[in-house]
C-alpha cells in the first residue's frame, strides 16, 4: 500500500500491450511535472513561498523542488514581493535570460498590481514589463493559494502546443513588451 499518487496519462488510445497519444501530450507531461522554478522574492510573499517550499506544503510533491537560482536554468519565473521601478530592468533581464518555453506566476498583490503601494516608486503590477501567466492574489497570499498558481501552470504547460511559442500571436504578444 503506497501513497504515492501517479499523474493520469493524457488522452490517448489504449489497447493491449499499448498506449497511444500525441507527442504534444507527452512533452507537456513531462515538463508540467518537472518545473524548474526560479523564486525572484523581493518581502513578505517570499516568506510565504518559503513556508510553500517546506515540509507541510512540500512543493516537491508536484515536481517542483529543484529551485534554479541561474535564469538560464529555469522554465518559471516565480515573481514574489514588491517590485520598484528601478528593480524592472532587472527582472525583465533574467526573464529574457530564461529559455523558451518559460512561464511567469505573479504571487501576491504587489507583484500583480503593485498591491498597497500606488506610489511613484513602485511598478503597479509586473504585467507592465513582461508577459504573465498566472496571477495569485492575496496579501500574503497563503501556500495553499501559490500551489493554487503552481497548480494552474501546470495546466497551461500541460496544454500547451509545441508550436505556440513560434505563432504569430505569441510573438505579437512579446513585440507589446518590447521584446523581439
Ligand atoms: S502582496 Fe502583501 S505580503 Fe506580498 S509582498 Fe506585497 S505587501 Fe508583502
Redesign the pocket.
Known sequence: MTDVKLVDAPAGYTGEGFFATSLDKIVGLARANSLWPLPFA???????FMATMASNYDLGRFGAERLSFSPRQADLLMV???ISKKMGPILKQVYLQMAEPRWVLA??????TG???DSYSVLQGIDRIIPVDVYVP????RPEQIIEGILRIQDLVKNEPLRRRNSPEYKELLESYGIM
Open positions: 523581493t518581502s513578505c510573499c517570499g516568506i510565504e514574489m514581493g514588491t504571487v501576491g498583490a504587489c507583484a500583480t498591491g498597497i503601494f492575496g496579501c500574503a497570499p
